[in-house]
């Protein structure tokens, strides 16, 4: 069993930056992809960054240029850089990761608030 702990969220104003990082209990070397996912009041939880194995990323077409996902095998860590955060990037942000045998792992997630 894997476990994924978020840490980094909390309250920005618009315009600023954060990063959210996510720390597995286990090696991640093998998990193909890890990224983030993200659900607003009221809202559907909707992708926002992939990282596959090797790097590749893929991004929600409207975060492409503001948000960058990144993963460190060696500290078994996953980030999103955000940047230019808008009010409507307030979200719980949430660590996913995909086992090579099917199985789908979430954090807890954090919660990430933009407000003046």
């Known amino acids: 069993q894997v476990q994924l702990v978020e840490s980094g969220g909390g309250l920005v104003q618009p315009g600023g930056s954060l990063t959210l990082s996510c720390v597995a209990s286990g090696s991640i070397v093998s998990f193909n992809p890890m990224g983030w996912y993200r659900q607003a009041p009221g809202k559907e939880r909707e992708l926002v960054a992939l990282i596959s194995r090797s790097g590749s990323t893929k991004y929600a077409d409207s975060l492409k240029g503001r948000f960058t996902g990144s993963r460190d095998g060696a500290k078994n860590t996953v980030y999103l850089q955000m940047s230019s955060l808008k009010p409507e990037d307030t979200a719980v942000y949430f660590c996913?990761?995909?086992?090579?045998?099917?199985?789908?792992?979430w954090g807890q997630g954090t919660q990430v608030t933009v407000s003046s």
């Open positions: 996913y990761a995909a086992s090579p045998y099917g199985y789908v792992y």
